[in-house]
């Protein structure tokens, strides 16, 4: 009885006309239902999206790679219980092991009383380039189909650039997925970024292989970080 009522309302609809005002108001109740469920959807979809893995790129500055474990271990505690591994991507930058970016990050996430054991290190990427290619390569061994990344947006735009760009050459699966894992930007990150960013653009329409190869030019370094400094202060 009731699924009967229930059924005729969704696959009705009435006219309501106005005489006066020469309107014509048409309520499609399937629709409205179908547009409800889609935004139940949609909101259940980013609150309880699915990683297998969280990506800690190091940054520029011990005040960035602190945000950045920071939106990482939050997410890894509380937003996605199927995660597996933290990923932490980066070099030594020349310094010693117990010194550098990687440790750091690592002794931060071990104060959230993450284990050992959920803890994985890249370390041969020098840029943000190598962090997605080199993670992409060590998600396929973990089984990792998806990947968090933590960082600052526009940092962000560059790595679903590249993931795009990944997806064309046949270097990243069709259905690998990275989501945004935000932390705050300022104005000076934003100036930065949208330079770096055309500068990928740039480096990625050449081709993965040429990118790889190609530096960023020195000037074009000098000029991003005394802009990156001055907007800073």
């Excluded at 609150?47 to 790679?65: M, Q, V």
């Excluded at 990050?105 to 840029?127: A, C, D, F, T, V």
């Excluded at 270097?171 to 500068?199: C, M, P």
Aim: hydrophobic residues 35%; aromatic residues 12%; positive net charge.
């Amino acid at each position: 009885m009731h699924w009967h009522c229930f059924s005729f309302f969704i696959s009705n609809s009435f006219n309501l006309t106005g005489g006066m005002i020469g309107a014509n108001l048409k309520i499609n109740y399937s629709f409205i239902l179908g547009l409800i469920f889609l935004m139940l959807s949609f909101v259940s979809f980013t609150l309880h999206r699915k990683l297998d893995a969280i990506l800690i790129p190091t940054g520029g500055s011990y005040e960035t790679d602190i945000e950045r474990t920071d939106r990482a271990a939050k997410e890894y505690l509380t937003g996605n219980e199927g995660t597996k591994y933290l990923i932490i991507s980066g070099t030594l930058g020349g310094k010693k092991l117990s010194k550098s970016q990687r440790a750091n990050i690592y002794r931060l996430l071990r104060q959230y009383r993450i284990k050992p054991k959920e803890i994985r290190i890249e370390g041969e990427s020098k840029n943000s380039l190598e962090n997605l290619l080199n993670s992409i390569k060590r998600a396929k061994k973990l089984g990792v189909k998806s990947i968090g990344i933590a960082s600052n947006p526009s940092h962000l735009d560059r790595y679903e650039d590249i993931l795009k760009a990944a997806k064309k050459e046949g270097i990243a699966d069709k259905n690998f997925k990275i989501y945004r894992l935000e932390t705050n930007e300022s104005f000076a990150d934003r100036f930065y970024g949208a330079i770096s960013r055309l500068f990928y653009r740039y480096k990625l329409s050449k081709g993965i292989e040429e990118a790889k190869k190609r530096e960023t030019p020195h000037g074009v370094k000098f000029v991003a970080n005394f802009f990156y400094r001055f907007f800073k202060k």
